[in-house]
């Protein structure tokens, strides 16, 4: 099995930072990719940004020089810095890994059971 514990949502003004962590383990061999996405009420699930075991990036044009995503590859940790957060930035965040299980032969897509951050004056 494969779980994700997921840390750092919350209510925050206009202007404002939080950071999200996410942790996943379980019988993992390697993870390929990690990554945030979110989903808004009545909106589809998009991408935020990723980041491979190589730490090459890849964020979203609309959060692009707000948000940071790093990774701690020894503990299987992704984490992702938002800091001048707006109001549309107020969605459910879902933690993703992209995962080849121990003994497995296939990469399988993991999601944390997600966050909920509200940007709110």
């Known amino acids: 099995q494969v779980q994700f514990v997921e840390s750092g949502g919350g209510l925050v003004q206009p202007g404002g930072s939080l950071r999200l962590s996410c942790a996943v383990s379980?019988?993992?061999?390697?993870?390929?990719?990690m990554g945030w996405y979110r989903q808004a009420p009545g909106k589809q699930r998009e991408l935020v940004a990723d980041?491979?075991?190589?730490?090459?990036?890849n964020y979203a044009n609309s959060v692009k020089g707000r948000f940071t995503i790093s990774r701690d590859n020894a503990k299987n940790m992704v984490y992702l810095q938002m800091n001048n957060l707006k109001a549309e930035d107020t969605a459910v965040y879902y933690c993703?890994?992209?995962?080849?299980?121990?003994?497995?032969?296939?990469?399988?897509?993991?999601w944390g059971q997600g966050t909920q951050v509200s940007v709110s004056s």
């Open positions: 993703n890994a992209q995962i080849k299980r121990t003994g497995g032969l296939t990469i399988i897509s993991y």
């Open positions: 980041i491979t075991s190589d730490k090459d990036t």
């Open positions: 379980g019988s993992i061999s390697s993870i390929l990719v």
